[in-house]
């Protein structure tokens, strides 16, 4: 198995250090599930701000969403999860899970914080669980924000859905979490990316637990986020990168049609927007969650 080479601990120090600012936390929900997550700004839980739920992709965790943190942790209380089967999360219990399996968990992980309405936003695969979670939730989602979603293939024909799941755990079975992310985390930004952004998706990506990432790897199989999306009628916002070759504008735009909201495209961006421009993609977050607080004009 490939190490994750020292030059990008190096480039990846700076980060992990200012998410020491985060620490890791674990609550149980009544279900008895584990769910890891790290907070900004839990001092102003009352402030009469609505708190803002972060939910990563199928090659992360709560962590990378550190410089979110640091940029709105004065204005409301943030929340990033380990999605179940991710860092100390315990995994769902079926093996191929659909993604209302991981918004039960979702909905128990708000209810043991006391969070009864947040705005809510999903990258990539964390936008199938954003999903299915509002199309089940409505009134506990003030708005939801996809960044560059992850449709699913439970709309394509069966033997497409198994190549395209069979692939991806065949390449976990080779690769495992450090090869992954030696081999697959420059597809997640654009050219324009520098070398800390690098070094960190790497770093969160060698961080994955297999066993949660192959569940995640079935999710992805199963789901349909454009049938959710259409379930869904409060405030949608959907956000790409012009140069995401993972979830390229074309397929986000047919995402945005379905929730009937128009695409916005971000410059100069990935997959991992984020992390690569996450100077422009909080400032979409920010103002997201301000127009989420006001009351929707018809």
């Known amino acids: 198995m490939s190490a994750v080479p020292s030059v990008t601990a190096d480039l990846a120090a700076p980060l992990e250090a200012r998410l020491a600012r985060f620490l890791a936390q674990q609550t149980v929900t009544a279900a008895g599930q584990r769910v890891g997550y790290r907070e900004a700004g839990a001092a102003l839980a009352n402030n009469g701000a609505l708190p803002l739920v972060l939910l990563h992709g ?66 990539s695969l964390g936008a199938i669980i954003a999903g299915a979670f509002a199309a089940a939730n409505p009134q506990r989602v003030a708005g939801l924000l996809l960044i560059s979603p992850a449709g699913g293939y439970g709309a394509a024909a069966a033997d497409v859905r198994e190549t395209k799941r069979d692939q991806r755990l065949a390449m976990l079975a080779e690769l495992g979490p450090a090869g992954l992310a030696e081999k697959r985390s420059a597809n997640m930004l654009s050219q324009h990316a520098d070398d800390t952004a690098r070094a960190w998706v ?13 569940q995640a790897t079935h999710l992805l199989a199963n789901a349909d986020l454009a049938t959710d999306l259409a379930r869904f009628h409060g405030r949608i916002n959907v956000v790409v ?18 929730a009937c909201t128009p695409l916005q495209i971000v410059p100069r961006a990935g997959h991992a927007g984020y992390i690569e421009a996450a100077d422009a993609y909080t400032a979409i977050i920010d103002t997201f969650c301000r127009a989420s607080a006001a009351p929707r004009s018809h």
């Not at 209810?111 to 009864?116: F, K, N, S, V």
């Not at 990168?241 to 379905?258: K, M, V, Y």
């Open 202 to 214: 790497r770093w969160n990506m060698a961080r994955i637990v297999p066993r949660g990432y192959a």
């Open 58 to 123: 199928i090659g992360s965790g709560a962590a990378s969403w550190v410089q979110q943190f640091e940029a709105l942790d004065g204005t409301r209380r943030v929340l990033a999860w380990d999605a179940p089967g991710y860092g100390a999360s315990t995994p769902v219990t079926s093996a191929s899970p659909e993604a209302t399996d991981y918004a039960e968990v979702l909905r128990d992980w708000l209810d043991a914080l006391g969070i009864e309405r947040c705005v809510l936003v999903g990258h």
């Open 241 to 258: 990168g012009a140069d995401d070759t993972i979830t390229p504008p074309s397929a986000c735009e047919r995402l945005a049609l379905s």
